[in-house]
């Protein structure tokens, strides 16, 4: 067992190593390459009676654990959406972990909710959403979107239903394209499952707002109770982009809390190219990004806004007398945005990264991104077989081989198979979806640290592994 004392001991070796990973990560295969079982085999079967070393565990990290990671910020990882992190962060994590604050109230440390208090009005303020709004960190957009849905439910029920129990009448609305935690959000919740509506979507995935509106009015006529609609700026398969200012008049011609999802494509409204993905906001009820997505910030760290924080308050503040004090009512008592009692310090990475980068190195670097994404499209477009399915849009596309005389299913199949000799090959990963039943891959351009020489690794790598 280490003392205090053992910290100046043993902290090299851990820095070294964490020093040492990122000079080598490139050197990984970007997924890991194991087998289900082979690291949990390794692993002893019962907990060691005496302590061992930190030098071994150290070791066994580097034998047994590191063959079993997939290397999330290797510059070759363009699947799914970044989960970033920078050396900023990192340095914020180390501190915040060092300090390990337990920041429920304003009490249990007061600058750690006024630091959060200023750093989601920094970015508030830089992204375009309106002044008057207020925010809070979440640990992800699933509980962000949990907590809108909780509290339109309770809005809706004027606040009955946290007492009473939840009406089997209450209906949300999303497309078919919004991301799986909404659905889940129905069911934690307790509105039910059921009781989400998906509403189709045109060619561009994005949501029809006739069809929403004809499905709040069928709800209404047979008696069930419209709640809330959740908007995607940014659908987790293509990143496509619901109409804002005509979902936002619905939701206040029929009266229900209107959630935007910006999850990941969020960041890009520190580029104000893009702040008509906002347009209608004003409307909107409560907005959620991630800044652990695509602002160079550890998980986890998700933002949340709502107009009305005195709604959110009421929905979920609960006063054992364990935590009364004094200044209640004077200051934000972040405990009480939210569901966890518990809360990270997680306003201090975020704090580390906004300083160091600015204003404008967040901008160059998405930028950058950006760039090289419409630059690797288009070299992919001279070779006629492959086709971009989906144009590129912020840091991301869709694409698929197009091999001439091959059925749809024959298509699939072998898009499928090329993507699994991509990844299978630790060169680079990439994820996929199905637009309709035509199966594509997807690519994101979005590490904190790529640069122009790793997209043109990409293109490499992709012609390298086609039929």
Known sequence: MLTRADFR????????????????????????????GEIYSQIPSAL??????????????DEIIMPGMTHWQHPNFHAYFAANTSVESVFGEMLTSAISAQCMIWATSPAAAELEERMMEWMRDAMGIPSDWEGVIQDTASSASLVAIITAREVKTDFRSNFEGVP???????????????????????????????????????????????AIKTDLD????????????????????????????????????????????GTALFLPEYRWMIEGIELADSF??????????????????????????????????YLKTPTRGTVNDYKDWGIALGRRFRALK??????????????????????????????????????????PFLNFFCFRLLIEGKTEDELNKIN?????????????????????????????????????HHVNNLQSILQKFRP
């Open 9 to 36: 001991k043993y902290e090299q070796l851990v820095t070294d190593w964490i020093s040492r990973y990122y000079d080598q990560i490139e050197d990984f295969p970007v997924r890991s390459q194991v087998k289900p």
């Open 48 to 61: 060691p009676v005496k302590g061992e070393s930190i030098e071994s565990i150290i070791r066994d990290l």
């Open 168 to 214: 089997g009448n209450l209906r949300v609305y999303c497309s078919t394209e919004t991301h799986s935690s909404v659905e889940k959000a129905m069911a934690i919740s307790g509105l039910g499952r059921n009781n989400l509506v998906k509403i189709g979507v045109d060619s561009g995935q994005v949501m029809q707002v006739a069809e929403l509106e004809q």
């Open 222 to 265: 047979n008696g069930l109770v419209p709640c809330a609609i959740v908007a995607a700026l940014g659908t987790t398969g293509t990143l496509a982009v619901d109409s804002l200012p005509d979902i936002a008049i619905l939701a206040r011609k029929y009266d229900v809390w209107l959630h935007v999802d910006a999850a990941y494509a």
């Open 288 to 321: 959620v990004f991630n800044p652990h997505k695509w602002l160079f910030t550890n998980f986890d760290c998700s933002a949340y806004f709502v107009k009305n924080a005195d709604l959110l308050i009421r929905t979920f503040e609960i006063l054992p007398e």
């Open 350 to 391: 975020l704090w580390f990264v906004l300083r160091s980068y600015g204003q404008a190195g967040i901008q160059r670097t998405l930028r950058n991104q950006i760039e090289w994404t419409l630059h690797l499209v288009e070299t992919l477009k001279q070779d006629p077989v492959f086709e971009i399915v989906r144009k």
């Open 416 to 452: 499928e198979q090329y993507l699994h000799r991509i990844n299978d090959s630790g060169e680079a990963y990439l994820s996929h979806t199905r637009i309709g039943s035509t199966y594509v891959i997807r690519v994101v351009i979005g590490q904190t640290y790529v640069r122009k």
